[in-house]
Nanobody, 126 residues
Framework: VQLQACGGGLVQAGGSLRLSCAAS????????MGWFRQAPGKEREFVAVIRWNGGSTYYAPSVKGRFTLSRDNAKNTVSLQMNSLKPEDTAVYYC????????????????????WGQGTQVTVSS
């Protein structure tokens, strides 16, 4: 299974970006897809998660109301719409997939995920 993230870039504060993560492989069965981010010198932190079945989502408080996750089951693709971006959103963003049922609390932990994308840089200038 491979996860390919794209859509990062440079944007001014208050702007928007849309990240996408496409899953591919001979077989792909995932319970949920998550997004994490890692700023220089900081640990990787949870951003948001979406469950494939039903599409329920959960967001970190720092992005709730500004970021929106959506999924396309037919294309095995998850998109993260990021609005009202702030300089503190600057980081490398990673998508990840977990193949078994996990709780929302577990979904916030990097160790629960089975597959990771390569990361895409998001830079927000002030």
């Amino acid at each position: 299974v491979q996860l390919q993230a794209c859509g990062g870039g440079l944007v001014q504060a208050g702007g928007s970006l849309r990240l996408s993560c496409a899953a591919s492989g001979r077989t792909f069965s995932s319970y949920a897809m998550g997004w994490f981010r890692q700023a220089p010198g900081k640990e990787r932190e949870f951003v948001a998660v979406i469950r494939w079945n039903g599409g329920s989502t959960y967001y970190a408080p720092s992005v709730k109301g500004r970021f929106t996750l959506s999924r396309d089951n037919a294309k095995n693709t998850v998109s993260l719409q990021m609005n009202s971006l702030k300089p503190e959103d600057t980081a490398v963003y990673y998508c990840a997939a977990v193949s078994r049922p996990i709780t929302t609390t577990q979904a916030m932990t990097t160790g629960q995920y089975d597959y990771w994308g390569q990361g895409t840089q998001v830079t927000v200038s002030s």
